[in-house]
């Protein structure tokens, strides 16, 4: 971990570029003619974030949704993806999950780059999108007095993973885990009202800790009134468990969310960590969430 | 080999957006607004397209030049490249190469992805530019009666490579390959002039094998007039090696290309194959370089 932090702080040295957003961000934000672009890259790795045994259609959907959530983050509209791909086990069900995914959420595949490699395999897409609404939303802007809102239940991932671990006899069960849902049509409806707004990839308490910190505010959430896809008595699980991909945002205290969504906090002025839950700050982001991401 | 194809022919059939351009070109080619962007992505796994011992300077040089070559064979200007990197060994090393390649072509970074995982690593960049001149060059539009052009020396990158494997003592011979250089001047020069245009990745006579099929026509090259970058005796190997990137075009009779560049061959009308060499024609693709891209 101390070798990934130290190297992500060299790669943010050399993304000097205003569109780079210092690393800070979701995804990229170039101003190119007339248009903003919203471009990110992530890689899914076997072994690490999908299982060796994973049906590969369920990780050709991953690998689309988790990419295209960072663009709802923008409230960006997706243009289309590029694809790293290496050859393997059930690459014909990996094109099948692929195709699912692209056809659901209507975007195309542009090109990319089919290679042979040894061991386990990592995969990579890139999207790009164009701004819905400028300016773009980002992760820096909650104000103090801000309401703090998600648009659903976290913890459905958590569930579906040790379903999917278990033998998977209801399938449904796993669904939120195998294939999470990007909230495009939500990212683009709330970004021309929000004052921040983020995917939730690496857990709710995580990703809220580094709203808190990107915005320079504190961010008080009340854990009880944070929606769960979970028995009750694994709720502190849930708000620190990753993949739900539900977007966190922040909203003037007199604004309505014009989608479905849940009031679970509220911006206050910075009081010594980027994170209270239930009264008790939080300063360490260590043991929130999933540290992984650039 | 057999499978490689089989899956590329199904990702094409994803690949209908007009963007895509079927996937037989080097880039995507998006219209937004009033841009016209480039995209492309491509892979370096270790132990396939680099050494498990290289320096990673020189990895993260390479990775970056053979996309900004993908752009140059479009006529693009580059607005800035995304990362999908796996951490591993000399972490240091690849930063370096990296902020030496982004400043050399003044690219900056705008994002990605750092990633831990398991076993030999693939490592992939996204490069997004914006067209400088349009319609786009491709390789698809090669005319009857074109010269046929090259701006350098293949062999380079052969040579380069067998001095790495044997100790390297003249670190200025392997230097072609450990750091190919993108054309990017020469391919902006040249885009409002030629016919059609792609980048030697392959080796010239697959990559003009590719040319003359996608144009529908014969590519007559004389081997004697490649400028070579190796042993005469080795002429033969260096028409086949990939990794140089050199620009490969095509111009109208008349046209003088405004940077250096060598005719090795004139465009002739459809004669059973893609390339004809020397008066012999070349049906089949295999045993003309290295086959491994979508």
Redesign the interface.
């Known amino acids: 971990m101390a070798?990934?932090l130290a190297?992500?702080a060299?790669?943010r040295d050399?993304?000097?570029?205003p569109?780079?957003?210092g690393?800070n961000d979701d995804?990229?934000v170039?101003e190119?003619?007339?248009?903003t672009?919203i471009?990110?890259?992530?890689?899914l790795?076997?072994?690490?974030?999908y299982l060796a045994s994973q049906d590969m259609a369920d990780v050709a959907w991953r690998l689309v949704a988790t990419n295209l959530s960072d663009l709802a983050a923008k409230g960006a509209e997706p243009?289309?993806v590029?694809?790293?791909?290496?050859?393997g086990r059930d690459?014909?069900r990996f094109?099948d999950g692929?195709?699912e995914a692209?056809r659901h959420y209507n975007v195309?595949?542009?090109?990319?780059?089919?290679?042979?490699?040894?061991?386990?395999?990592?995969l990579?897409l890139?999207a790009?999108g164009?701004a819905t609404h400028r300016p773009v939303p980002s992760r820096a802007g909650a104000q103090v007095g801000d309401g703090v809102w998600i648009t659903g239940a976290v913890g459905a991932a958590m569930i579906g993973l040790e379903a999917l671990q278990s033998g998977d006899h209801d399938p449904a069960l796993s669904l939120p885990y195998r294939r999470p849902d990007a909230l495009l049509a939500q990212g683009q409806a709330l970004a021309p009202l929000v004052t921040a707004m983020m995917d939730l990839s690496d857990g709710l308490l995580l990703d809220a800790h580094r709203m808190g910190t990107a915005s320079g505010v504190t961010l008080a959430i009340d854990s009880a009134a944070v929606p769960l896809a979970a028995p009750e008595q694994r709720r502190n699980e849930a708000l620190r468990w990753g993949d739900d991909y539900q977007l966190l945002f922040t909203l003037p205290p007199s604004a309505v969310p014009p989608v479905a969504a849940y009031h679970i906090g509220t911006v206050e002025a910075w009081q010594d960590a980027p994170l209270i839950l239930d009264g008790q700050p939080l300063v360490d982001a260590n043991h929130l969430g999933w540290q992984?991401?650039?």
Chains 1, 2 share one sequence.
Not at 39 to 43: G, I, K, Y
Not at 45 to 49: E, I, L, N, R
Not at 108 to 122: F, K, N, V
């Open positions: 070798g990934e190297f992500i060299r790669l050399l993304a000097s570029h569109a780079a957003r690393l995804c990229a170039l190119v003619g007339s248009e672009l471009l990110t890259h992530d890689s790795a076997q072994g690490v974030h243009l289309g590029l694809i790293g791909y290496t050859l690459d014909e094109l692929l195709g692209l195309p595949l542009l090109g990319g780059d089919t290679i042979t490699a040894e061991g386990p395999r990592t990579g890139t790009i164009r992984h991401e650039a």
